[in-house]
C-alpha cells in the first residue's frame, strides 16, 4: 500500500467512526450538509478541509476533533501508548509546550551528531531561494540515528501526550541555512504553520547556533486561540485588524510582531546536538545567520497523516539495509512510521 492508499484508508475509517460516535452530532451542527456516505472519499476531503479552516481558529472545535481521533486510535485501531507510565521529566516538557509552545527536547550523545553531519555533508543539496538549500528525503531517511532519535520513546511520549493521540511522522527533512546573504526571506520571516489540526516539531542543530548563526526564534504563547485572546483583548480597538493580520498575512515584520504581541522572539540557541520541541503554529522565524551556516534537522508530528506530497515508502528489504531497531516493526512504532517505512499490511492495523 502506498503512503497516499495510506491516508485515504486512515481518513475512511475516521469518517466511519466519526459518524458512529458522540462527536458527530456536535459536528452535524455545523455541517448539515455533508454527505452521509462515510466512503466517499471527496465529501470526506471537503469536510477536513472546511473543518481544518474552522479549527484554526476554533479550540473548541479542534479539541472535538481530537476526542473522536482518540477513541478511533485507542477503541478501533487497539493503539497503545508509547510509554504507560508517563516519566516526570516528560510531563514537565509537556507542560512547558502547552504554557510557552516549545520546550527543549533530550541530550543527543555527541558521537550521533557528529555521524549525522558527517553523513549530511557528503550528500548534495537543492537550493530553495539563494538563502537555503535542502537534503532529499533519500538522505534524511538513510542519515545516521536521524529515524532513531525522531522515535525515541521518550520524544514520542513528549510529542503524543501533547498531541492527545498517537502521532504520525508527516515530514523529515534537513536543510542549510546560510550566512552572508543579503535579505532574509520566506520563512526567516516571522510567519505561523499550517501543517495540521494540532501538530509539533522536533528540531535538531547540527552545527553550532549562536545569535548571528540563524537561531530559531520563537514568540512564546501564540500556538493557541485561547492564548492569542489575551493578545485580541489588548487590541480590542482594532480586533479586526489583528484577527486579519494574524490569520492571513503571510509573512509579518519584527515591527508587527512587536507592536500586536509586545515583546520580541525567543533566540533558541545552543551548541550542535541542541534539540527542541516546538509547536510552529506559534509565530516563529528562522533567524538569517550572520556569519556562520546553519544545519539543521527537523521532524513534524501531527494527527492526521495528510501530507502535501506523499513519500515513497522503503520496502522491507530497503529498511533492512538501513539497520533498523527491531521495535519500528512493532505497534505503534509502525503506525507512526507508516508513510515511510512499509513493514508489510500486517504491521499496521486495519482501518
Given amino acids: 500500500m502506498s503512503s497516499q492508499q495510506q491516508m485515504a484508508q486512515w481518513f475512511l475509517g475516521l469518517q466511519n467512526h466519526l459518524m458512529r460516535s458522540s462527536e458527530w452530532a456536535y459536528f452535524q451542527n455545523i455541517y448539515n450538509q ?3 456516505n462515510p466512503s466517499d472519499l471527496s465529501a470526506v476531503s471537503q469536510f477536513h478541509r472546511d473543518l481544518w479552516n474552522i479549527s484554526f481558529a476554533d479550540d473548541n472545535v479542534r479539541n472535538h476533533f481530537l476526542n473522536a481521533v482518540r477513541e478511533y486510535h485507542q477503541n478501533q485501531l487497539q493503539l497503545k501508548p508509547v510509554i504507560s507510565k508517563i516519566p516526570v521529566d516528560v510531563m514537565a516538557k509537556v507542560n512547558a509546550l502547552e504554557e510557552k509552545g516549545h520546550t527543549p527536547a533530550f541530550e543527543i550523545a555527541p558521537e550521533k551528531i557528529k555521524a549525522m553531519r558527517e553523513h549530511f555533508e557528503k550528500r548534495h543539496t537543492k537550493d530553495l531561494n539563494g538563502n537555503i538549500s535542502e537534503y532529499a528525503l533519500k538522505d534524511c531517511i538513510e542519515a545516521p540515528h536521524f529515524l532513531e532519535i525522531a522515535n525515541d520513546p521518550k520524544v514520542l511520549s513528549v510529542v503524543e501526550n501533547y498531541l492527545g493521540v ?11 541555512s546560510h550566512a552572508k546573504k543579503e535579505e532574509a526571506k520566506d520563512a526567516q520571516l516571522y510567519h505561523l504553520d499550517y501543517d495540521d489540526y494540532k501538530f509539533c516539531k522536533l528540531f535538531i542543530y547540527l552545527t553550532d547556533v549562536n545569535e548571528d548563526s540563524g537561531p530559531h526564534v520563537y514568540v512564546e504563547g501564540t500556538h493557541t ?6 493578545y485580541v483583548l489588548k487590541n480590542s480597538h482594532r480586533t479586526e485588524e489583528f ?3 494574524y490569520l492571513k498575512k503571510l509573512r509579518k515584520s519584527d515591527a508587527e510582531v512587536k507592536e500586536y504581541f509586545g515583546k520580541e522572539g525567543q533566540k533558541l540557541c545552543g551548541p550542535a546536538g541542541t534539540n527542541f520541541i516546538v509547536d510552529t503554529r506559534g509565530v516563529h522565524k528562522g533567524l538569517l545567520p550572520k556569519n556562520t551556516s546553519r544545519l539543521l534537522c527537523q521532524v513534524t508530528y501531527g494527527i492526521t497523516p495528510q501530507v502535501p506530497v506523499p513519500p515513497p515508502r522503503l520496502n522491507k528489504d530497503e529498511i533492512e539495509k538501513l539497520k533498523m531497531p527491531s521495535t519500528f516493526q512493532s505497534m505503534p512504532y509502525a503506525f507512526i512510521n507508516r508513510l515511510f517505512l512499509d513493514f508489510g499490511e500486517s504491521s499496521v492495523p486495519r482501518y
Avoid at 166 to 176: G, H, L, R, Y
Avoid at 225 to 230: A, I, L, N, P, S
Fill in 34 to 36: 455533508f454527505s452521509q
Fill in 166 to 176: 498517537t502521532p504520525t511522522i508527516k515530514v523529515i527533512e534537513a536543510w542549510w
Fill in 225 to 230: 486561540c485561547e492564548k492569542v485572546k489575551d
Fill in 243 to 245: 484577527m486579519a493580520w
